[in-house]
């Protein structure tokens, strides 16, 4: 098992995504993403059975381009990494096969890392900035939490996280309120344009005094989402992209006054914002706006590398690599809902 | 000389085998596995600990449950991938018939929900493609039954065999759809409003006869506070409905309902998608429903949003017909 190069193929299948990334060590090679989601599309939200069919289909074609993309051949590669959770069983099973049959067949080490960090160290990428201690803003379609980062392959706490749905859903379950739909993050993010955020003054959860002492880094969007649905009961002639705008305004603020908080209390003056909503638009606005005003290091990933990808894995597989970790035992075991306590298996 | 491969997870048995075409070098498997991605790997690298030199993969295609059977076939594409070297697929059932010596019988494996997947052999030969049913379903055909429930499995160093002398297959044996149907395409979902009482009447006693609601009952359920409807509109007409109440934070589903010709496209998943979301707006802990014994339409509906059985009404549409009482969690 020779590691010289540090060439690390990464294969991500946690929902709907069939995405395979090469990296070199910090420097992005390849980045393949097969999407299931036009499919989902009809019926408004992912469907496990489905995901996991699109993923054995795609997943040979999706390894492919990832080599042609890179210009290698599979025997160049030295090692692998794999989303092992979280996510849905069946579709991230379909990855832990695939790259245990590559690894195995050709006597590399695997990696199993959890997808959460992963997309924290998708930030590693095309860059040679210090690493670490960072503070991460991770907001997707499953996850909203706030996280210290002191060692992407080992040392992540969790500061706080949502106490009820995660941002992203809020944004799936409004655009459906909105006839907008699925995904709903990037409809919002487009019909929001239009509209108005200052126009409806929608709430901001667990950000009242009270609520900051058990809740000081917890978000809650259940009231929000109840709150725009009583906003549009009652006003028949609302104007959508206000609505958008507003809904929108008040989930990048909340995200934003709490992660920049973080940072601030505990010192560490870099924040990271990662995950699928870090691709929508208005956040990234107000994100550079607050983080410049509160003299923070803001770090957001390109967009494509937001979303769920295979670099993101590839790239924590390359770190676990460059400082020597133990791969993960033959048979690694996908776990649907691991924390990010474990970033490697 | 070509070295094979062999690969099965399409039961809870997991098996791994490597023949050179004329005899088996390494064969081994492990039973009742909660997870053949985890013991998969570990049979292969022993296989490969006694031969290294593999010139094929072979892999059983099923039919069996999914995520166990894909885990298998995506180990196998990669593993061959990686190397270079051919892969192909086989009927998993096939694999059991082979050290079957009846004339006539059927080959079954467990396909969960109390169904088999199954295929029928007669002279050596399997008769059409495999197929899914109640292990009930077989008995009055009076052959003998063979498969899991008497410990038999795919042998996969029969794959070797059964690939020179059978149609390979290249996608999983999936037997079932997904538990999704199309889009409901052209329907439109609103409030349930007074007009719509009367066409709901309609359509409630095509659908349950005298055992469902008479009109008095309709008007009576219908409105409140605590509950919510919703309707179904098909070119302006009214084609299904259903409803749900709050009873001091436990959700009730009070009916859903769809017209017969509507059915399987996906009306009903999206009517209780929306009673599910009216309940959590609610703030309520857990949605409940009862649903007819029997009812294999709505029962998989159910269970694919995570409704789970917690007990059983004898009698509750009627003298002996009992209904299942299902519930899901919502916190
Ligand atoms: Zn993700």
Redesign the pocket.
């Known amino acids: 098992m020779k590691n010289s190069q540090g060439i690390v193929l990464g294969i991500e299948t946690?929902?709907d995504e069939t995405a395979v990334g090469i990296v070199s060590g910090r420097k992005l090679l390849a980045n393949i993403i097969s999407s299931s989601v036009t499919e989902h599309a009809r019926f408004g939200g992912v469907v496990p059975e489905i995901a996991s069919r699109a993923h054995l289909e795609a997943m040979p074609g999706v390894i492919k381009s990832a080599l042609d993309e890179a210009g290698l051949s599979i025997k160049d590669i030295d090692a692998f990494a794999v989303t092992a959770g979280p996510g849905l069983i069946g579709a991230l099973v379909v990855g832990t096969s695939s790259a245990a049959g590559l690894a195995l067949a050709l006597d590399k080490p695997l990696y199993g890392v959890n997808?959460?960090s992963a997309?924290i160290a998708v930030d590693s990428l095309n860059s040679d900035h210090k690493l670490e201690p960072a503070i991460a803003l991770l907001v997707?379609?499953?996850?909203s939490s706030i996280l210290q980062v002191n060692d992407l392959t080992s040392d992540v706490k969790t500061l706080g996280s949502t106490i009820d749905d995660a941002a992203g859903e809020a944004f799936d379950k409004i655009a459906r309120l909105l006839e907008l739909g699925f995904p709903g993050g990037p409809a919002i993010d487009i019909d929001a344009k239009n509209g108005n955020p200052d126009a409806i003054d929608f709430p901001r959860g667990l950000t009242l005094a009270k609520d900051l002492v058990g809740h000081k880094y917890d978000f809650s969007f259940s009231g929000l989402k109840t709150a725009v649905s009583r906003y549009l009961a009652k006003t028949p002639d609302h104007i959508r992209s206000d609505v958008s705008a507003s809904f929108q305004e008040a989930v990048a603020d909340v995200l934003l006054r709490k992660a920049i908080g973080a940072a601030t209390d505990s010192g560490i003056d870099t924040l990271i914002i990662a995950?699928?909503v870090a691709a929508n638009s208005r956040l990234r606005f107000l994100a550079q706006e607050r983080a410049a005003a509160a003299g923070i290091r803001l770090r957001i990933p390109p967009m494509a590398l937001c979303?769920?990808n295979g670099a993101m894995v590839a790239a924590i597989g390359a770190l676990a690599v460059a400082k020597g970790l133990a791969p993960s035992e033959i048979g690694l075991q996908a776990d649907s809902s691991s924390g990010i306590s474990r970033p490697i298996f | 000389m070509t070295n094979f491969l062999l690969i099965d997870t399409s039961t809870s048995r997991t098996s791994v085998a490597i023949s050179d075409g004329s005899k088996s070098l390494f064969e081994k498997h492990h039973d009742g596995a909660l997870s053949h991605g985890e013991v998969l790997p570990k049979l292969i690298s022993e296989a490969l600990a006694v031969e290294n030199k593999i010139d094929q993969v072979i892999v059983g295609m099923g039919p069996g449950p999914f995520t166990g059977l894909r885990s298998g076939i995506a180990f196998a594409m990669s593993f061959a991938f990686a190397r270079g070297i051919p892969w192909s697929g086989v009927c998993s059932l096939d694999a059991i018939a082979a050290d079957v010596t009846s004339q006539d019988f059927f080959v079954a494996v467990d396909a969960r929900r109390k169904e088999v997947f199954y295929a029928r052999y007669t002279d050596g030969k399997r008769i059409g493609e495999p197929g899914v049913c109640q292990p009930a379903q077989l008995i009055p055909n009076q052959i003998p039954i063979h498969g899991e429930a008497h410990n038999e499995y795919p042998n996969p160093i029969n794959f070797v065999e059964i690939f020179k002398n059978s149609v390979s297959y290249c996608e999983p044996i999936y037997v079932r759809r997904p538990d999704a149907y199309p889009a409901p395409v052209g329907v439109k979902f609103r409030a349930l409003t007074q007009l719509d009482l009367v066409p709901a009447f309609a359509i409630e006693k095509a659908a349950y006869g005298k055992d469902g609601w008479t009109m008095a009952q309709l008007k009576e359920e219908y409105g409140g506070k605590d509950r919510m409807y919703v309707a179904g509109e098909f070119g302006g007409e009214l084609i299904a409905y259903a409803g749900v109440v709050n009873l001091a934070g436990i959700a009730d589903v009070l009916t859903l309902t769809v017209a017969e010709s509507h059915r399987r496209k996906g009306i009903g998943r999206e009517l209780l998608r929306r009673l599910i979301d009216w309940a959590r707006t609610q703030k309520c802990d857990a949605i409940m429903l009862e649903v007819r014994v029997g009812n294999e339409e709505a029962i998989p509906l159910y269970e694919s949003f995570g409704f789970i059985e917690i007990s059983r009404r004898k009698d509750y549409y009627g003298p002996g017909k009992t209904a299942i009482v299902m519930r899901k969690e919502l916190k």
């Open positions: 946690s929902c997808h959460l997309h997707s379609g499953g996850h995950g699928g979303t769920d």
